[in-house]
């Protein structure tokens, strides 16, 4: 089986700082792929980042980024100039090859403040 | 990339009625699609998911029920609603790349 984990329920940070959420996976496939979604108040889940497993290179969007460390099966997200729009929930989840379940963490609260 | 519609965006129903929520994908065929729960500040819950018309396949035995009946339709139903199937309903469908395309939810209160 595969697993999620989120360890920050909540998170703060004050708009233009820089902010990294955390995210462990375990799974025993060699073939997967690394996602973070964004859930702002509306409710709609938006894609914000994804990584493949057998990409050395960091993901990399506008002021998203990842640090993805494969033997430590870490995969956080850095949100470099925080915006009060960026106050959200934010999702970590692991889709695997072969399996057409996605696994999903149980989220980390984003709250910036002016 | 596909995009995927749902509606209503509110419901409230009383218990013991019964539910239907329909979602339809649009820009893509043969997607795989999945209907969640997710409860006030938590997180997702999958209910069912889909490879293809008419197959169905449940991750938690409740009183819901989810149909196939075309290729870009994925409809929730329920016979008898509880009160703790109030919640926020998502769908979501599948890329090629794995990536979960959602729509914009139902909130659902059983009352």
């Known amino acids: 089986a595969q697993t999620v984990t989120q360890s920050q329920p909540e998170m703060s940070v004050q708009e233009a700082e820089t902010v990294t959420l955390s995210c462990t996976y375990d799974?025993?496939?060699?073939?997967?792929?690394l996602f973070w979604y964004k859930q702002p108040p509306s409710r709609q889940m938006i894609l914000v980042i994804r990584?493949?497993?057998?990409?050395?290179q960091n993901a990399t969007e506008n002021r998203f980024s990842v640090n993805f460390q494969k033997a430590a099966k870490s995969f956080s997200l850095k949100i470099s100039d925080s915006q009060l729009g960026d106050t959200a929930m934010y999702f970590c989840?692991?889709?695997?090859?072969?399996?057409?379940?996605?696994?999903f963490g149980r989220g980390t609260s984003l709250i910036v403040h002016p | 990339s596909q995009t995927i519609h749902q509606w209503p965006a509110t419901l409230v129903q009383p218990v013991g009625s019964p539910l239907s929520l329909e979602c339809t994908v649009e820009g893509t065929s043969n997607p795989n699609l999945y209907w969640y729960r997710q409860a006030a500040g938590r997180g997702l819950q999958l209910l069912f998911y889909?490879?293809?018309?008419?197959?169905i396949s449940s991750e938690v035995p409740q009183n819901l029920s989810a149909s196939r009946p075309q290729d870009r339709q994925f409809i929730l139903s329920s016979k008898k609603l509880l009160l703790s199937d109030s919640g926020f309903y998502l769908c979501?469908?599948?890329?090629?790349?794995?990536?979960?395309?959602f729509g914009p939810g139902t909130r659902l209160t059983v009352t």
């Open positions: 889909s490879v293809g018309i008419g197959q």
């Open positions: 989840a692991l889709y695997s090859g072969g399996s057409y379940i996605p696994t």
């Open positions: 979501a469908g599948a890329s090629p790349n794995y990536e979960q395309y």
């Open positions: 799974t025993s496939e060699n073939n997967y792929y």
């Open positions: 990584q493949e497993a057998y990409k050395q």
